[in-house]
């Protein structure tokens, strides 16, 4: 018996050490990128060593607060972001709920649709879109932004199986009262599925704020820029411009306001991780 222990013990200690290395891993470049951008950019032309010994300096970042439009590339990636996350969680959720509860025709076909879109990578649609956007006169505008990527086939596939999971005999009485399946929907199946709408919002926004290659397309109006592009237009030749310094502080710069919003809603997320309600 005591053999077995230790043994459990020891195990036990062995995994702990692997996830302490683990997260040491994950943890370095971040580390080393933050390093760097309280670093001064002539000393990293010389040396990018020695991150965590002096000289510092906050130039970097007082450089990027200086730039009168990094507050307005912040608002337009809020609206977006807070957008797409929004109508993203509306729309899989309501065609999730479809997919789920009801029979129509075709639904199986519809259904496969929208698994086959899965497999579509999104170079192979962006002249098309770019071009039915242009046609309609809506670049440089939030619309633009926001609309293409309400076409997430990952979040309708989500919510249809987590709506699957849940007994239907929740709903049959309320159906019995002669609810509507909107009224079933809303006030008894959406406050169920908590667990999969955060797990959704927060993939969402977190792909919506990081997103480049759209925006890139879109934007073409510095008023209009979002932070990821808005950052990539100030630093036009890597370090032979404003230094590698003030690279790394934009990369902090524009990860710091996802790492606020996790430290507000970091119980929400890690109930949606666990997939369970909130206690």
Known sequence: MRTWQRGRSL??????????ALAVVWLAPII????????PNEVLMHSTGGILTPPFTLKNYVDILAASSVFGWM??????AFGQTILTLLIASLAGYGFA??????????????????????????V???????????????????????????????????????????????????????????????????????????????????????????????????LTVGLASMQTNFAQTEGIGFLMAQAVFAGLPVLILYLFFQRHIVSAVAGGPLK
């Open 128 to 226: 098309p879109l770019h071009t039915m956007f242009a046609a309609a006169d809506l670049h440089n505008t939030y619309t633009a932004l926001i609309v293409p990527r309400l076409a997430f086939p990952f979040g309708v596939l989500l919510m249809t199986q987590y709506f699957r999971a849940i007994p239907p005999e929740i709903e049959e009485a309320a159906l019995l009262d002669r609810a509507s399946r909107l009224k079933v929907f809303f006030r008894i199946v959406l406050p169920l599925s908590i667990p999969a709408q955060a797990t959704l919002g927060i993939y969402t926004f977190l792909h919506a704020w990081n997103d480049y290659f759209w925006p890139l397309v879109s934007a073409t109006k510095p008023a209009m820029y979002t």
């Open 32 to 39: 080393w990128v933050v390093g760097l951008s309280f670093k």
């Open 101 to 126: 509860r009801t029979n129509f025709p075709g639904r199986n076909a519809l259904f496969v649709l929208v698994l086959a879109a899965l497999a579509v990578p999104e170079q192979a649609i962006i």
């Open 11 to 20: 195990g036990d200690r062995l995994l702990l050490a692997a996830v302490v």
């Open 75 to 80: 608002l337009n990636s809020t609206i977006v």
